[in-house]
Structures are given as structure tokens and as C-alpha cells.
């Protein structure tokens, strides 16, 4: 089957792989394009006019048109699918986690990884608030993992590949998941449905 669309993306990006793990699951066929997302490759001009934003990922589809933001592009490709809860108010839940991932976890947890394990940053480089909330946005996790399997109802949504992206690298950023019993087991239990291997 030919490509439905071009994921451009970086493999060290928790928010290219998100696109990229629903594309997978759903079956849908599509071509990876990889990003340096460190040296300047998404701020072309080329690159540009695909994301004036300058970010990864972007997922252009085969009439041309390009869309941006990690979880924009999931909810486009899994329309219909049953990764969206079809009761409403699970979908609003699925939103509420997700709107939060990028307001409270991405910003601390990935902005973290970016700057320990990649940029090599040494810890008094780091802004200290990026470890206090980001334990605070593993706390938030915690707390709803030790009641309920997933994030949203009794199976995996849109909202836990959302969250699982970066929290399953979140050592990396130097966070310690063995403080978080519930959440490290959904981590295991949601890259094992999507088929995807344990990170390190
Ligand atoms: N909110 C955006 C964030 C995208 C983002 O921060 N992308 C990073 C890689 S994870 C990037 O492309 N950085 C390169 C740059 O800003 O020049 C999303 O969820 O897609």
C-alpha cells in the first residue's frame, strides 16, 4: 500500500514518536523523513514552510496539506479509531491529559532529557525547577495510575502514548520512575501494546 503521508521527525523526540507509534498501531502506511532536531534542520527555509513554528514533528499528508504539533497529529490519525474514547466526557478526559502533557510534563520532563543526555549539561547548568516540577508532574501520574489502569477508561488512548513518550525515557532526565511504582508499570505495560521496546 502506498504512503498515506510524510512523518518528518527526529528518533530522540518523544513528540515524533507519538505520530509515529499511532501510525504504527492503526496500520497506517507512512514515510519517516528523519530530523536533526539539534543542528538547525528545522529552521531551513524548506523546512520552514512546512512548520513556521521550526519544530518536529510535522506530518504532511498526500494532498500536500502539513500539520504540526505532536498531538494534533495523533487525534488526525486516529479519527474514528479506538484510541478516542467515543463517549464524550472519556474524550474530554483524553484532552485534559493531553492539553496538561504539553503545559506541565513535556516542558519539564523533556526539556530536562534535552539538556542532561543529549545537550550534556551538567545538573548545575539546569534550571531547578525543571526537576521539581517535573517530579511534581510524576506525582500527577501517580495519582491516577494507582487507581486506574490507563490514563482514561479501561483501555489505552490517545492520552497515554501522549504521556508515555517522554515518561518512559524520564531517567534520562534524571527522574527517578522506581519512586513511582504505578506509574513505572504502565510505562512497561503501555510500550508492550504498542510494541515497542523498553528504552535503555
Ligand atoms: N508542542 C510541540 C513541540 C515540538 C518540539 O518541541 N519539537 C522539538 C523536538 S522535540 C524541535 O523540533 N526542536 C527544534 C527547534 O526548536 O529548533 C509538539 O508537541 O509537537
Known amino acids: 500500500m502506498s504512503e498515506v503521508f510524510t ?29 536533526d532536531t539539534f543542528n538547525g534542520e ?28 505532536s498531538n494534533a497529529i495523533t487525534l ?12 464524550a466526557f472519556a474524550r474530554a478526559k483524553m484532552f485534559e491529559w493531553m492539553f496538561w502533557e504539553q503545559y506541565s510534563h513535556e516542558p519539564t520532563i523533556a526539556v530536562r532529557i534535552a539538556r542532561k543526555y543529549y545537550l550534556k549539561q551538567i545538573d548545575a547548568e539546569l534550571d531547578p525547577s525543571l526537576l521539581i516540577k517535573g517530579n511534581a508532574a510524576l506525582g ?27 515518561t518512559r525515557v524520564a531517567h534520562r532526565g534524571g527522574f527517578d520512575l522506581d519512586a513511582y511504582p504505578a506509574v513505572r508499570d504502565w510505562v512497561r505495560r503501555i510500550e508492550a501494546e504498542l510494541n515497542i521496546q523498553p528504552a535503555d
Request: avoid cysteine; glycine fraction near 8%; charged fraction near 20%.
Open 42 to 69: 528545522t529552521r531551513t527555509p524548506d523546512f520552514l514552510k512546512l512548520n513556521p513554528a521550526g519544530q518536529a514533528p510535522v506530518a504532511v499528508l498526500a494532498d500536500g496539506r502539513a500539520l504540526a504539533q
Open 7 to 35: 512523518l518528518y521527525g527526529s528518533s530522540s523526540s518523544g513528540n515524533s514518536l507519538k505520530p509515529k507509534w499511532v501510525a504504527e498501531r492503526l496500520g497506517i502506511p507512512f514515510r519517516w523523513i528523519e530530523v
Open 140 to 166: 500527577r501520574l501517580e495519582l491516577q495510575l494507582g487507581e486506574t489502569p490507563y490514563l482514561v477508561g479501561e483501555a489505552i488512548s490517545l492520552a497515554d502514548i501522549a504521556l508515555v513518550a517522554y
Open 76 to 87: 488526525h490519525l486516529a479519527e474514528r479509531s479506538d484510541l478516542i474514547p467515543s463517549d
